[in-house]
């Protein structure tokens, strides 16, 4: 009996030194390994070890591989790589599976390809960044990475041109409420012509960001993007000629912007989501002369914006959309003719602007649109000559200002207006020379009233504008207009002669 228990101690004790030897934590804190000598010496130091609690971070002059690490599965810490200028590739790290922090690789004077951390699945931390690696010009492993919790920045590697890694990622997760987390960063790699990985992703929590690369078209890995929890910003892209695709987008919860491509000449969004939940802007874009698309658009939540477009000769998309949340702004677009989209538009939420765009003739060819709860601005515009896209507008709850429009010489199309808000404004359109479009208005809600420097408008005597200068004591700036509305005095003289 005493023998049998002997050996069933025996038995539990090797067990477990055994099981303690195959699972050796084998650091007590956080490690820097700063030569090659302490990397090759970890597995001799370490023979059995497959865990560490705590971070590594590789840093130093002469370390030129890793496979003293080769039998690392778990990183409880951070693994940072930096500053490591004979590190021409990473290997050693083949076996590896989770990282429960942050993976940072940046300031890598020689690496050239990081075609490892295939057996990772996990990494559980804020954070994936490839930054600042001069040589780099390839970017191919990760390829068992199946879901994060973290932000991709791959940022500053000016010769890389690929990213053919993590093909198995299905999504970048945002965790809480903050908005923290779930980002592709693409950032100022000038070389980067293609992104061949990526080829399952269907789902980003946060935000895309593609910035200063070298794109001369979208990537067609974004095609398979379903859902987008903010925002899509293209900017700085100086290569990129066209902007297609998202042809599988269900949902954008942020803003849709695209600012400061020097090549960009077209953009069709084909996007199957009906709202967008933010805004659309295109703003300093010079060669930009065609924006598509949009087709399936029915809401947009806040804005949408097209600023300094030099080049830009028509806007034919968003053709079902019918309710914008915010405003409708179209400024300093030299080239724009007209404006063929927007058709059934029916309600802008804050303001609709046209403001400095020298070749607008028709502002829109047809519309639906019927109420304002914003102003409307038309202003510095050398070649409309009427409003005849506006004539189904009905209600104003802002203010009408029309003002420095060489070539306006009617109001024509604001006919059906009935309610203004606010106040008017009619100033410096030097051939107006009819504003009779606007007599339907109800005068009790007009706030201030401004006819100024209409240097060929003589007729003002309407019946709403007479009803305010003779009942309602308001503001009123009438001065340096044509004989018969050169003053309030003349414009009450016509009144009353009528």
Same mark, same amino acid.
């Not at 269900?250 to 020097?262: A, D, I, M, R, W």
């Given at each position: 009996?005493?023998?049998?228990?002997?050996?069933?101690?025996?038995?539990?004790?090797?067990?477990?030194?055994?099981?303690?030897?195959?699972?050796?934590?084998?650091?007590?804190?956080?490690?820097?390994?700063? !030569?090659?000598? #302490?990397?090759?010496?970890?597995?001799?130091?370490?023979?059995?070890?497959?865990?560490?609690?705590?971070?590594?971070?590789?840093?130093?002059?002469?370390? /030129?591989?890793?496979?003293?690490?080769?039998?690392?599965?778990?990183?409880?810490?951070?693994?940072?790589?930096?500053?490591?200028?004979?590190?021409?590739?990473?290997? &050693?790290?083949?076996?590896? #599976?989770?990282?429960?922090?942050?993976?940072?690789?940046?300031?890598?004077?020689?690496?050239?390809?990081?075609?490892?951390? =295939?057996?990772?699945?996990?990494?559980? &931390?804020?954070?994936?960044?490839?930054?600042?690696?001069?040589?780099?010009?390839?970017?191919?492993?990760?390829?068992?990475?199946? #879901?994060?919790?973290?932000?991709?920045?791959?940022?500053?590697?000016?010769?890389?041109?690929?990213? $053919? &890694?993590?093909?198995?990622?299905?999504?970048?997760?945002?965790?809480?409420?903050?908005?923290?987390?779930?980002?592709? +960063?693409?950032? =100022?790699?000038?070389?980067?012509?293609?992104?061949?990985?990526?080829?399952?992703? /269907?789902?980003?929590? =946060?935000?895309?960001?593609?910035? $200063?690369?070298?794109?001369?078209?979208?990537?067609?890995?974004?095609?398979?993007?379903?859902?987008?929890?903010?925002?899509?910003?293209?900017?700085?892209? +100086?290569?990129?000629? !066209?902007?297609?695709?998202?042809?599988?987008?269900?949902?954008?919860?942020?803003?849709?912007?695209?600012?400061?491509?020097?090549?960009?000449? @077209?953009?069709?969004?084909? $996007?199957?989501?009906?709202?967008?939940? %933010?805004?659309?802007?295109?703003? /300093?874009?010079?060669?930009?002369?065609?924006?598509? %698309?949009?087709?399936?658009?029915?809401?947009?939540?806040?804005?949408?914006?097209?600023?300094?477009?030099?080049?830009?000769?028509?806007? *034919?998309?968003?053709?079902?959309?019918?309710?914008?949340?915010? @405003?409708?702004?179209?400024?300093?677009?030299?080239?724009?003719?007209?404006?063929?989209?927007?058709?059934?538009?029916?309600?802008?939420?804050?303001?609709?602007?046209? @403001?400095?765009?020298?070749?607008?003739?028709?502002?829109?060819? !047809?519309?639906?649109?019927?109420?304002?709860?914003?102003?409307? /601005?038309?202003?510095?515009?050398?070649?409309?000559?009427?409003?005849? %896209?506006?004539?189904?507008?009905?209600?104003?709850?802002?203010?009408?200002?029309?003002?420095?429009?060489? @070539?306006?010489?009617?109001?024509?199309?604001?006919?059906?207006?009935?309610?203004?808000?606010?106040?008017?404004?009619?100033?410096?359109?030097?051939?107006?020379?009819?504003?009779?479009?606007?007599?339907?208005?109800?005068? $009790?809600?007009?706030?201030?009233?401004?006819?100024?420097?209409?240097?060929?408008? *003589?007729?003002?005597?309407?019946?709403?504008?007479?009803?305010?200068?003779?009942?309602?004591?308001?503001?009123?700036?009438?001065?340096?207009?044509?004989?018969?509305?050169?003053?309030?005095?003349?414009?009450?003289?016509?009144?009353?002669?009528?």
């Amino acid at each position: 009996m005493k023998n049998i228990i002997l050996k069933l101690f025996l038995f539990i004790f090797l067990y477990s030194l055994s099981n303690s030897t195959f699972s050796q934590y084998c650091l007590e804190e956080n490690e820097t390994f700063t !030569t090659q000598e #302490q990397i090759d010496s970890f597995v001799i130091l370490y023979p059995d070890c497959t865990e560490t609690e705590y971070s590594i971070t590789i840093w130093g002059e002469n370390i /030129t591989n890793l496979n003293g690490l080769n039998k690392l599965i778990g990183i409880g810490g951070t693994l940072e790589i930096k500053y490591c200028p004979s590190l021409n590739e990473i290997s &050693g790290l083949d076996k590896l #599976q989770h990282i429960e922090q942050d993976l940072k690789i940046q300031y890598n004077e020689a690496l050239e390809d990081i075609n490892g951390f =295939n057996n990772l699945t996990y990494i559980g &931390g804020i954070n994936l960044t490839i930054n600042s690696n001069p040589k780099l010009s390839n970017i191919s492993g990760f390829n068992n990475f199946e #879901q994060g919790v973290l932000n991709i920045n791959v940022t500053a590697n000016p010769l890389l041109t690929d990213i $053919a &890694g993590f093909n198995k990622l299905l999504s970048l997760n945002n965790e809480g409420d903050n908005f923290t987390t779930g980002t592709i +960063n693409l950032l =100022n790699n000038e070389n980067l012509k293609s992104i061949n990985g990526f080829s399952n992703l /269907t789902s980003i929590d =946060n935000s895309l960001n593609i910035e $200063a690369n070298g794109f001369k078209e979208l990537p067609i890995t974004f095609n398979k993007i379903k859902n987008i929890g903010r925002n899509i910003e293209i900017s700085k892209n +100086n290569e990129l000629e !066209t902007i297609s695709g998202f042809d599988s987008l269900l949902h954008l919860n942020g803003y849709f912007k695209v600012s400061s491509c020097e090549q960009l000449k @077209s953009c069709n969004f084909k $996007a199957k989501t009906d709202s967008i939940f %933010g805004y659309i802007q295109f703003v /300093t874009c010079p060669v930009l002369d065609t924006i598509e %698309g949009f087709d399936n658009l029915k809401y947009v939540q806040n804005d949408i914006q097209f600023f300094s477009l030099d080049s830009l000769n028509s806007v *034919s998309g968003f053709n079902n959309l019918n309710t914008i949340g915010g @405003s409708l702004n179209f400024n300093s677009n030299n080239k724009l003719k007209e404006i063929t989209g927007f058709s059934n538009i029916d309600t802008i939420f804050t303001d609709l602007t046209l @403001s400095r765009n020298k070749s607008l003739s028709h502002p829109f060819k !047809t519309s639906h649109l019927k109420y304002i709860n914003g102003n409307l /601005t038309i202003s510095y515009n050398d070649s409309i000559i009427n409003l005849s %896209g506006l004539n189904l507008l009905n209600t104003l709850n802002g203010t009408l200002e029309i003002s420095v429009n060489k @070539s306006i010489n009617t109001f024509d199309g604001l006919q059906s207006l009935k309610e203004i808000n606010n106040e008017i404004i009619i100033s410096t359109n030097k051939k107006l020379i009819d504003i009779s479009a606007i007599g339907n208005i109800n005068p $009790a809600n007009v706030k201030s009233l401004t006819i100024y420097l209409n240097s060929s408008l *003589s007729d003002c005597s309407l019946d709403p504008i007479c009803t305010i200068l003779n009942e309602y004591s308001i503001p009123l700036n009438i001065s340096l207009n044509k004989t018969d509305c050169k003053s309030v005095d003349e414009i009450i003289d016509n009144c009353n002669s009528t």
